[in-house]
């Protein structure tokens, strides 16, 4: 059975810190790895990831995976009060066409 | 562009009671997700479809049956509610090439009394 666990499952930062979320993972025919954020509704896509040491970058997010290792990492950098949500980690298996989650990194971001 | 959108957004039912939630998406995604998402977890995947006329289940497919008769729409009926479904519903679609990421509906609020 694929497993996806993230850590920390919570977190409280202030604004203007760096942040570094966790997520590791087993999956039978690991296709890519994704992140999504999560706000008060649906979740959105951030990064899919699906070769190792290749950092994906969008302003100040960054992810990079270790197919080695078996996790990969979301780096928030100069946090503010709009990164407040949970991020979710997913692996996609590509045999069976499904995504498996993990439970989150609630995020905090005080002022 | 609408993407996917699922209806009802909330709804209370009584326990035995059934419905039906429905997904439709206009991008022509071949792949279709029911998940939950209870406090405090993550997505769990109830069934998904990999094109019109198939479906699958996934981790936690007891009480739901689901349908996908037409490619834009992917139903998830519940016959006989308990309060243990009472949970958030979300839909997602994505194409049928690996290398993208779902798209999300809003999500549909549903509580068992």
């Known amino acids: 059975e694929d497993k996806v666990v993230q850590s920390p499952l919570s977190l409280v930062v202030h604004e203007g810190d760096t942040v570094t979320l966790n997520c590791s993972y087993e999956?039978?025919?690991?296709?890519?790895l994704l992140w999504y954020k999560q706000e008060k509704k649906a979740p959105t896509f951030l990064f899919m990831l699906t070769s190792s040491g290749i950092e994906k970058k969008s302003g100040r997010l960054s992810s990079i995976l270790d197919k080695k290792e078996l996790f990969s990492i979301l780096n928030i950098t100069a946090t503010q009060t709009g990164d407040s949500a949970v991020y979710l980690c997913?692996?996609?298996?590509?045999?069976?066409?499904?995504?498996?989650f993990g439970d989150g990194t609630t995020l905090t971001v005080k002022p | 562009n609408a993407g996917v959108t699922q209806t009802p957004k909330f709804r209370v039912l009584k326990t035995g009671q059934s419905m039906t939630l429905l997904c439709a998406q206009d991008?022509?995604?071949?792949?279709m997700y029911w998940y939950r998402q209870d406090p405090g977890m993550g997505l769990r995947l109830i069934h998904y479809?990999?094109?019109?006329?198939?479906?699958a289940k996934g981790e936690v497919p007891d009480g739901y049956n689901v349908s996908r008769l037409k490619k834009q729409n992917f139903l998830l009926g519940l016959e006989s509610a308990a309060p243990s479904q009472t949970s958030v519903y979300f839909c997602a679609s994505r194409p049928g090439q690996s290398n993208y990421g779902y798209t999300f509906g809003s999500g549909t609020r549903l509580t068992v009394v």
């Open positions: 997913a692996v996609h298996n590509t045999n069976a066409g499904k995504s498996t």
């Open positions: 999956v039978t025919n690991f296709r890519s």
């Open positions: 991008m022509n995604h071949e792949y």
């Open positions: 479809s990999v094109g019109e006329g198939t479906t």
